[in-house]
């Protein structure tokens, strides 16, 4: 656990001001207002949480607090809402609405921060469709999984000293985002992010999604992490336009060509080759146009 190693004195600082990671403002809206009506169907307040990487981080928060002592850690939205009901999503969408994620203190960062929320997105449907191959993975783990995996973005670009238009100069330049953010923040936003969900008391499995998703360090839930990092080069290479084989270093043809995926260890943990990543970039096109319909 996060808890038995030292923790980033830099980290340290970022946690000590973060409460919450504050809610797209459109979707709480549209919760307050499927939570009004007792017409409304569970599935539609489900599918207006799940589009949002703040909001989804209160619930599954309050879920697991001591407040409703479940027997085991929810770790997707679905479980979260079903033990919550109607009226506790209706309060704690009405507490976060005093908050804005995705407003930065200049044009730039606003832009910069709805570029995070919309791969967030992608991301996440993305993971759940690569999950429906992993009989061992469920769906709406793997979008919370997929969801969550950047939050540590927002928190540095937030908190932390140093400003994050440095970091994407430094991108620009041809420097590894992570050596960027660390070189800027004293440390990078998978650190942040894993500290931050351990302390909202998300499932381990989570912990580690966010935290290890960049990584080939030993996990306890390799699957998940390899997925999570998957999921978001897919959502990356479908958002750029990019063909699937240039993101295929994992996976290696009958011949023993082998493509240029940038992690090839997740392509490898997962088992898949050139052919199952070439029919799963292809359905997570089809899933993020899906998801582009929802008019968030």
Request: glycine share 8%.
């Amino acid at each position: 656990m996060l808890n038995e190693r030292q923790v980033n004195r830099h980290v340290e600082s970022i946690i000590a001001q973060v409460s919450d990671i504050a809610a797209m403002p459109q979707v709480v809206y549209k919760i307050i207002e499927l939570t009004g009506s007792t017409m409304t169907a569970a599935q539609q307040i489900e599918d207006a949480i799940a589009v949002d990487p703040g909001f989804t981080s209160k619930v599954l928060m309050l879920a697991n607090s001591a407040h409703y002592a479940l027997p085991r850690r929810v770790t997707s939205i679905r479980d979260a809402a079903t033990y919550m009901g109607y009226k506790t999503i209706r309060q704690l969408a009405l507490t976060v609405g005093l908050f804005d994620m995705f407003v930065g203190k200049t044009d730039a960062g606003s832009m910069r921060r709805r570029s995070w929320w919309r791969h967030s997105v992608d991301a996440a449907v993305c993971a759940r469709a690569i999950a429906k191959r992993m009989p061992d993975v469920g769906p709406d783990d793997a979008y919370s999984c997929g969801l969550l995996h950047d939050a540590g973005k927002s928190l540095l670009d937030r908190y932390a000293e140093g400003e994050y238009s440095a970091v994407d100069k430094m991108i620009e330049e041809g420097t590894n985002p992570l050596e960027a953010e660390r070189a800027v923040f004293g440390c990078d936003h998978s650190e942040v992010g894993g500290v931050a969900a351990e302390m909202w008391n998300f499932s381990p499995m989570l912990v580690e999604c966010v935290t290890l998703h960049h990584s080939e360090a030993g996990s306890s839930y390799p699957k998940h992490v390899a997925l999570t990092c998957l999921a978001s080069e897919m959502a990356h290479a479908v958002l750029a336009g990019r063909r699937a084989e240039h993101m295929m270093s994992g996976a290696r043809t009958e011949e023993g060509e082998q493509g240029r995926n940038h992690s090839p260890w997740a392509v490898e943990t997962l088992g898949f080759d050139v052919t199952v990543l070439w029919q799963l970039y292809t359905e997570c096109t089809e899933a993020i146009a899906r998801g582009g319909s929802l008019g968030l």
